[in-house]
């Protein structure tokens, strides 16, 4: 059980199972909660309120498994197992190795989502053009969710997909992997704690709901920064084992 709770097989695609945690059902209700409260305060009425705040909902969350599927898409091309697709509070996580293609591998496997994410806003922002009333509202609704989505995740912060490319970056520049995770680990506590800023920001102007929202990301972010040094002498220890087993003689 992770950050997101505990997650249930609903599908798998391409041999890829596909995950749905606790928490991701919680934010799905919220969003549809929020998206029909905007709406009826529009004079929407609360029937085609209700279907619009869920079709927005299932085009958000289609998106955010869009960004998910690019890392995974990424990663078998390049090659690499990928054993499942996560959707948590927060977006979602593509379980692969992708250090096991070097910094560069490591880099495009991360780059793929916020890149998707983008064109989507661009594709959402396409919609808003072609449509008109509250299709149009909601397009430019989720346009405006798909940019930021693309912006945070692009956050020079492990574990965001912009912490991961920094670690790529300076893995390649240094050739020294355990640097460059003491970087991006760094990047994730820094990161986290700008967002904690922010968050008692908005508690002071009395956003209460999204700071607590935000606040719970930083502690994942800075709790993730902090057990840098954990992940690096897990991977110290394997590859000490890796070594001892090669210098093992052979059974007579």
């Known amino acids: 059980m992770g ?3 505990k997650r249930w097989k609903v599908a798998t695609v391409r041999g890829i199972p596909l995950y749905v945690s606790t928490s991701w059902f919680v934010i799905a209700a919220l969003y549809v909660w929020i998206r029909y409260e905007d709406l009826t305060r529009m004079l929407v009425e609360p029937s085609e309120a209700a279907t619009i705040a869920v079709l927005a909902a299932v085009l958000f969350f289609g998106s955010v498994l869009l960004h998910e599927a690019a890392h995974a898409v990424m990663a078998r091309s390049l090659d690499l197992p990928v054993s499942g697709i996560t959707l948590v509070f927060w977006g979602g996580a593509t379980e692969t190795k992708a250090s096991g293609k070097g910094p560069l591998g490591e880099f495009l496997v991360a780059f793929v989502g916020p890149a998707t994410t983008l064109v989507l806003a661009g594709a959402f922002w396409v919609g808003e053009t072609l ?61 986290g704690a700008v967002i904690g800023g922010v968050a008692v920001w908005m508690i002071a102007d009395g956003d209460v709901g999204m700071a607590v929202f935000l606040g719970y990301v930083a502690m994942i972010m800075i709790a993730a920064g902090r057990g840098m040094d954990q992940r690096i002498a897990l991977r110290d220890q394997l590859v000490r084992g890796t070594v001892a087993d090669a210098m093992r003689p052979p059974p007579s």
Request: net charge positive; no cysteine.
């Open 3 to 5: 950050a997101g709770g």
């Open 131 to 191: 449509t008109n009333g509250w299709v149009a509202v909601t397009m430019a609704s989720l346009a405006e969710l798909s940019l930021i989505f693309a912006a945070f995740n692009a956050l020079p912060g492990f574990p965001l997909d912009g912490g991961r490319m920094l670690l790529a970056t300076v893995w390649g520049i240094t050739g020294n992997r355990r640097t460059a995770m003491r970087v991006a680990g760094y990047g994730g506590i820094a990161v």
